[in-house]
């Protein structure tokens, strides 16, 4: 059993910077991928970034690619997510998820969700 709780989220302009933290409990964290998924008023959940277990091998969406880093601390059983050039496209509830297995996009696979953080982005 894992659970996970977001933190960090909130009101920021486009251009800026937010840092979400996941924090897991659990002794086993270091066996699970971990990642991001966000979901918009209206919209599906989608995928934004995965890290494998390890922490080795990261996957980011397109959309996000070469502004949000993900990074994680197996030892302090947390996982960060640094968001820089925000826009208002970003705005979203932003989801901490884990899941035994590689890195998919697929929201089914991810077994624990966090409670979800809401990240608004203004113009």
């Known amino acids: 059993q894992v659970q996970l709780v977001e933190s960090g989220g909130g009101l920021v302009q486009a251009g800026g910077s937010l840092r979400l933290s996941c924090a897991a409990s659990g002794r086993t964290f270091s066996s699970y991928t971990m990642g991001w998924f966000r979901q918009a008023p209206g919209k599906e959940r989608e995928f934004v970034v995965g890290?494998?277990?390890?922490?080795?091998?990261?996957y980011y969406a397109d959309s996000v690619k070469g502004r949000f880093t993900i990074s994680r601390d197996n030892a302090k059983n947390t996982v960060l997510l640094q968001m820089n050039s925000l826009k208002p496209e970003d705005t979203a509830v932003y989801y901490c998820v884990a899941a035994r297995g590689l890195v998919t996009y697929s929201p089914q696979r991810y077994d624990y969700w966090g409670q979800g953080t809401q990240v608004t982005v203004s113009s």
């Open positions: 890290v494998s277990s390890s922490g080795t091998s990261t």
